[in-house]
């Protein structure tokens, strides 16, 4: 059973940075595609996509979160990272990570099989 766990959030003030992990087990090779969602406060059952990467490291995004934030994977560690730079109080949210046994994965959190518990980011104005 893949289990992943998120770590690094935290409280920030506007302009600040956090970079985020999720440490994944009980998988033993490379076939997860993986990604980071977040939900914000009072949004019950709406995952925001943040970025996805595939089973051979290609990433995909919406425009609405490329420049600031930045996904990569250390395949050594099984661990998944999220650089967020430039923050701003609208990416207050709990922020999860994501993998299912596909090649691609992109932005519907249903489909995903393996969901963290979350980290919460909370940035201040």
């Known amino acids: 059973q893949v289990q992943l766990v998120e770590s690094g959030g935290g409280s920030v003030q506007a302009g600040g940075s956090l970079r985020l992990s999720c440490a994944a087990s009980?998988?033993?090779?490379?076939?997860?595609?993986m990604a980071w969602f977040r939900q914000a406060a009072g949004k019950q059952r709406e995952y925001e996509w943040v970025?996805?990467?595939?089973?051979?490291?290609?990433?995909t995004s919406p425009d609405s979160m490329k420049g600031r934030f930045t996904i990569s994977q250390d395949n050594e560690k099984n661990t998944l990272y999220l650089q967020m730079n430039n923050l701003k109080p609208e990416d207050t949210a709990i922020y999860y990570c994501?993998?299912?046994?596909?090649?691609?994965?992109?932005?519907?959190?249903?489909?995903?099989?393996?969901r963290g518990q979350g980290t919460q980011v909370t940035v201040s104005s």
């Open positions: 994501a993998a299912a046994n596909v090649r691609f994965c992109g932005a519907n959190w249903w489909g995903y099989v393996y």
């Open positions: 009980g998988y033993t090779d490379s076939s997860l595609c």
């Open positions: 970025s996805s990467i595939s089973t051979d490291g290609i990433i």
